[in-house]
Every structure is written in C-alpha cells, then in structure tokens.
C-alpha cells in the first residue's frame, strides 16, 4: 500500500472510530461533557474509565460513522471548545492522579470562522502546553489520520503508539500539493514526499509503538491495545513527577535534524 | 557579511510601500520604523532591523549562530528555496536569537524573519527558539518574542510539526519557574507558529494591522461559505475576541516593553 492508499483508507466508512475503541478497551466508562467556557463540541468524546484496576480518562476525536453522525461531530474536525473540553479533562485527570489515554483521528483542527473568532490558535497551543507540563501519564494513539497541529494538540505525550496503517502528518497531502504545486491532484506524490506512516514515524522516534490493525476481529486488536496501555500506564506511574516531566520534555527535545557549524546535529537519525 | 550591512545601511537603496506603491530611501524608512511616510502602512521588517529598533544600543549579543537547515527528506524543491532564502537575506534561516537590554531590563530575544521562507518554522527555528527559552530559564531573565510565520515548514515532514511541541515545551518550563514571556505578534502570524508559542504569552502585544489566525483565509472562506469581514484575522480582530491584550503602534514598543519589563523584575527592594 502507498501511504496515500494508507491515508485513503483511514477515511473509509467502516473503519473502526473512537468511540470504538474506548467501547473496547475501558471498563466503567462514564462520559463526561463540555468545556466550561462555551459549548459541548461532540468532535471530541471524553470521560473516565478503567484498564482492569487503572482509573483513566479517556479523550477521543470522532470522525462520527455516519452521515448523521458526523455533521454532528463536523467529521472529526474539533472546535476550540472541543480543545478546552480535552484540556478541562486533562486538568481533572492531573488533579486525581489518573493516567490520560487520547485516540486521534482528524484531518485538522475545524477551520471554520467561528473557530478563528474563539481562538482556534490559542486553544492548541495552550493544549499542547499544558499536555507537556501535565503532572500524570499520558498516551496517545493515531487511530486513522493524525493530521497537523489539530492532532498534536492531543498527541503531546509520553508515550504515541500508531495503528498499523494510521497516517501522521504536518499537513494533510493534499494541502501540501495544492500549495507547492499548485495542483491538489497530486496529493499521491506529496504523501510520498512527507514521510507519513506509522514506520516512518517510528523510525522518527515520532511514535514508539506500532498496532497490528485486525478489524475483523476488533477486540483481538482492542487486547493488544489494552494489554500495551497497562504495560505504559504501569511503568509511567512508578515514575516521580520530576522524572515524568524531564523524560516527557527530552522526548519532544530531540525531535530536529539540522547543521551547526557544518556538522549534521539532532539525536533522530533517518535515512530514507 | 557585516560588511555588506554597513553598505546597505549607507546606500541610497530604494524601497517601494507595498499598499501606496510610493518610494523611499532605507535611511529615511528606518527613521520612520518602516511605517510608510506616505500610507502609515506597517512595512515588514527584517529580523536585525527590528533588533536595531527596540533593543538598547550595542545590547544585543546573538546565540545560536551558525545553525542551518538540511533536506533531510530530500524533498522536491527545498534544497532550492533554502539557497535562494539565504542568498536574498544574509541570513541561515528564519529567526534570530540572543540576549539584550530593553529600557536598561536584561531579557532574551528571537525575532522571526518573514523575508526567510515567510519564516516557516523548521528543525533550526524551532531549535533556535527552544535554546533562547532554555537559555532565559538558566538566567531567569523574560523573553521577548517577535512572530511571524507562515506555519510549519513542510518540507521537512512531521519533524516540523514537532517544533511546535519542542518549543511549547521550553515555554512551559521557562513559565513554571515564574519568568515572563511577552510575545509582540507581527503580520504575518498564522498556522503552526499561532498554535503554539506564539500564543504562549503571559503578556500578547500585537502591531497594528498585523495579519493574525490559524487557518488560510482562503481554507476558512470554503469551510464557513460566505464573505469574509476585511478585518478578519487582523490584530484588531483578534484584540476584540479577546486573544491578545494590547496592539502597540511601532513608536511606542520601547516603552511599552520597558514598562513590562520594569514591571515583572525580580530584585525588589526589601521593606
């Protein structure tokens, strides 16, 4: 498979959303809504639960499976209130002590001007700012497609894993095409060109961990996700608080390949 | 290349107001802060312009030089901008960082270059950016930050994006050991550079005018299907939502970051 098949296919009907895959994983769930400030934004699908004898929150972006569903959740595009929801349940987590697991499934942030007049900006970047200095474990997963700042708001973790044939990208294909070339027909090539599989990611350091996809049988793929999750969370929870911020801070530290005074620097080696 | 600046700070180069298409001398845009004479336009400003502008006098000492880009993808094209980026500015990519004295206050400094790629934010700028903070948090000094940016640089992938963590990242620690961050918002401010640090101030200046928002306007005209008003994504725009606390005009920077700065230092006088 191409990774434009890749992306392609993490658009499909029929491919496992979250709301999927908190069903399969957690136990005790209760959803929790709303960010506090604006609205309910049903692009993203929050709440607590447990792995086994783990307490967790749980904080998904929903593409919706259907017509009806996914005008509601405007196709898996979160609004600045979808954002400060996931960051409220954040802040809740940190303060009890459970670890955050996020399913990111999104083409990017909602571009729409309401989300600009309630600062669509402001919101990832506070997002992202506070997900790297949260005192708890955190996880998250790229489900289908991780698509630029709308999905590194939830993916600024200690630990990502990538489904199978999960996709991870700064700008969507299509984008990147219709800007350098003016031509979004030739979106193939771009994917190429971006680097945005789940191999590429892993040997970016981008993720740790790669999810054989068995959607046939979903709860055998939904064990594997859980029985990883528990492996993470039991591990993360040992640590310090110090210790699980300066780890989480170098995670994100090396990410860079440039040149200082003529020498190739940054810790990712790559070669393609 | 310092020698190529004094040519250019003592020539008679011209440079045309891109709103009233009128001409003027560097020597006499640099008097005015490159606010058009003609227009009252905010003209962009190069990255040492800007230094030049708002730092003390011989303050400002730079770090992190000597950084440059590499197409480690190998990706069509970039290879060619980055030579044609450096060629036309003088510069090794897109910000500029260091340490300086505004109204006498010691602080750190980047200031983003649009001139360089619109200031995509790539491994250098993002590695710069996240050394000015680290830097700031050793010495306990506030940083000062200028943005401008296009967003992400695509041509280097998802690395890119993870600049916004990076940097997002030393803010955060720079922040939790109780140092000040003011960020001053120049046009234009948008995608990846908007969703993270430059939205990280304590304290968000704007300049007049500046184009400010996340997505194209273009992206959100097709998203939200109608006309647009002409202030949308400008810093009055944002200021009226609530997204920044003050817009500044050019000639009053000084003081404005002076008092801030003078406000918020941490040798106080014991009682």
């Keep these: ?272 | 290349m310092i020698f190529d600046k004094w040519i250019a700070a003592f020539s008679h180069e011209k440079l045309t107001c891109g709103a009233c298409k009128k001409e003027f001398s560097v020597k006499e845009l640099r008097k005015a802060l490159y606010i058009c004479p003609e227009c009252g336009k905010y003209m962009r400003i190069g990255g040492r312009e800007r230094i030049n502008q708002v730092v003390d006098k011989k303050s400002f000492e730079e770090f992190a030089t000597g950084l440059s880009s590499v197409d480690f993808l190998e990706f069509p094209g970039y290879a060619d901008k980055l030579t044609k980026a450096i060629d036309s500015t003088g510069e090794d990519d897109a910000v500029i960082c260091g340490h300086a004295t505004i109204g006498g206050h010691p602080c750190a400094i980047f200031v983003m270059d649009a001139r360089f790629m619109m200031a995509s934010m790539g491994s250098v700028v993002g590695e710069k950016i996240t050394r000015t903070f680290e830097y700031a948090t050793e010495h306990h000094i506030p940083v000062i930050g200028f943005t401008a940016s296009g967003g992400a640089r695509m041509q280097e992938g998802i690395i890119s994006l993870m600049q916004m963590a990076k940097c997002s990242a030393a803010v955060k620690k720079h922040s939790t050991e109780g140092n000040l961050y003011i960020t001053v918002l120049t046009d234009p401010t948008t995608g990846g550079v908007t969703a993270s640090f430059a939205m990280q101030g304590d304290i968000i200046l704007a300049e007049p005018n500046a184009l400010v928002g996340f997505a194209g306007r273009r992206v959100v005209e097709q998203t939200t299907k109608s006309q647009l008003p002409d202030n949308f994504q400008s810093a009055e725009f944002i200021l009226e939502h609530g997204f920044a606390d003050a817009i500044v005009p050019r000639e009053e920077l000084i003081d404005t970051l002076t008092t801030i700065l003078k406000l918020h230092r941490k040798e106080r006088v014991a009682g």
């Excluded at chain 1, 405007?74 to 609004?79: E, H, L, R, S």
């Excluded at chain 1, 599989?197 to 993720?207: E, L, N």
């Excluded at chain 1, 055998?220 to 040992?238: F, H, N, P, S, Y």
Aim: aromatic fraction near 8%; charge should be negative.
């Design chain 1, 1 to 272: 498979m191409t990774p434009y098949e890749k992306l392609k296919m993490t658009r499909q009907n029929g491919r496992p959303t979250g709301v999927a895959y908190i069903n399969g994983i957690f136990d005790d769930r209760i959803e929790l809504h709303g960010d506090r400030r604006f609205a309910e934004d049903a692009a993203i699908i929050s709440g607590i639960g447990s792995i086994d004898d783990i307490p967790v929150t749980y904080i998904a972006i929903e593409k919706g499976v259907d017509l009806a569903t996914r005008m509601k959740t405007n196709f898996g595009c979160p609004k600045p209130e979808g954002y400060r929801k996931a960051l409220r349940l954040m802040k809740q987590a940190e303060k009890f002590g459970r670890p955050v697991v996020c399913f990111v499934d999104t083409q990017g942030a909602f571009c729409g001007a309401d989300g600009e007049e309630r600062g669509q900006g402001e919101a990832i970047a506070e997002n992202i700012m506070e997900m790297l200095g949260l005192q708890t474990p955190t996880v998250s997963i790229v489900i289908g497609e991780g698509g630029s700042g709308g999905a590194l708001a939830l993916c600024s973790a200690d630990r990502v894993y990538m489904m199978e044939h999960a996709v991870y990208s700064v700008i969507s294909p299509e984008g990147c095409a219709s800007i350098l070339w003016k031509d979004a027909s030739r979106a193939e090539d771009a994917a190429q060109c971006l680097r945005i599989t789940a191999d590429d990611m892993k040997s970016f350091g981008v993720a740790e961990t790669i999810i054989p996809e068995d959607f046939d049988n979903f709860d055998v793929t939904c064990a594997v996700i859980k029985k990883q999750l528990k492996e993470d969370l039991t591990e993360l929870l040992k640590k310090k608080t110090d210790a699980l911020l300066s780890d989480r801070y170098m995670r994100f530290r090396k990410f860079g390949i440039y040149e200082e005074n003529g020498e190739t620097r940054g810790t990712v080696a790559y070669s393609i």
